[in-house]
């Protein structure tokens, strides 16, 4: 198998805080409205049928087979090599949002003030500096971490409160012992 990396996000432990989201916007320079990473709250009902409340970090999951990739018309969605990484190649798109329409997570977004797409990277060019992403950085509970796929799949799922994992196969793994 090639290497993948993959989000780790330890919902359990998540508070809500929405920190990853704005070192996100903050680390890229994001307008307000544009945003890479989503925090949502989730009411679910636990063991004794009390409501509780589960947050649920989102970001790309740079899937496994990336649709987004696949129905680009001037492949400008790219996954790389050597790290699973699915990310835009401004120089080639031409902001037909096709990758947008085809994305089950609803990842991709046209920027409106360049006219192209544009969506979480995962911090490549900082993975590849060895720094962290902002977002896993930018967490003050350390609920996010990197981590190759190999390692990721035995600590817990594909799915999390809130996220259902699509045939994309999605490169996030939620770990959830509530």
Known sequence: MKKQLAFVYRQENCVGCE???????????????MKFRHVTAIETANARGQNVETFL????????DPICVKN?????MTKREKDGIVFVDQEKCIGCGTCVRS?????PQIDKNIGKSTKCDM????????EQPFCVRGCPVQVLEIKDMS????????????????STNPSTIFINKR
């Open 57 to 64: 970090s989102t970001a790309c999951n740079h899937c496994v």
């Open 151 to 166: 390692e990721a799949e035995g600590l817990g799922s594909h799915s999390g409160v809130g996220f259902k994992s699509e």
């Open 123 to 130: 911090c490549k060019d900082r993975l590849d500096e060895g």
């Open 19 to 33: 920190a990853c989201t704005v070192a996100c916007q903050v680390g890229h320079d994001l307008d307000e409205d």
């Open 72 to 76: 680009c018309p001037v492949k400008a």
């Open 103 to 107: 994305c089950p997570y609803h990842v």
